[in-house]
């Protein structure tokens, strides 16, 4: 499973990292952006299998990141988690409905990401 980070902390961007790879889901390459306009550079030339953010980004948010990655055809295929510190129903009601395959609010644990991966990507059964 190849995956990107977007996230603009460093170190959330590392958690979610240690975490991607305490799992037992097979990760390859793991990207890592700061905001939506170096997620959309970095899709330019690689394939992904899902991509994670974080919506309160500076430059580019999570949501329009979203918006672009729907708009184009190979994009919109990836399924993408948002993990946001917007912990309010409406916003992940919206960001569900905009196209995003799953939301986990901040803080979360490694289990609850790991769980909405699986169930986002159809996956069972991974553990630590």
């Not at 988690?81 to 803080?107: C, H, I, N």
């Amino acid at each position: 499973m190849d995956v990107m980070i977007v996230d603009d902390s460093p170190a959330m961007r590392t958690f979610i990292r240690r975490v991607l790879l305490l799992s037992s889901l097979e990760v390859g390459s793991c990207l890592e952006a700061a905001n939506g306009e170096e997620a959309l550079q970095l899709l330019e030339g690689n394939w992904l299998d899902v991509v994670l953010t974080d919506i309160h980004m500076p430059r580019m948010d999570g949501e329009e990141l979203l918006r672009h990655m729907l708009r184009h055809e190979v994009w919109k295929l990836i399924p993408v988690v948002v993990l946001s510190a917007d912990q309010t129903r409406e916003r992940a009601r919206r960001m569900l409905e905009m196209g995003a395959k799953g939301y986990v609010s901040k803080p979360f644990t490694p289990e609850k990401l790991r769980r909405e991966l699986e169930q986002s990507l159809g996956v069972r059964r991974a553990s630590f």
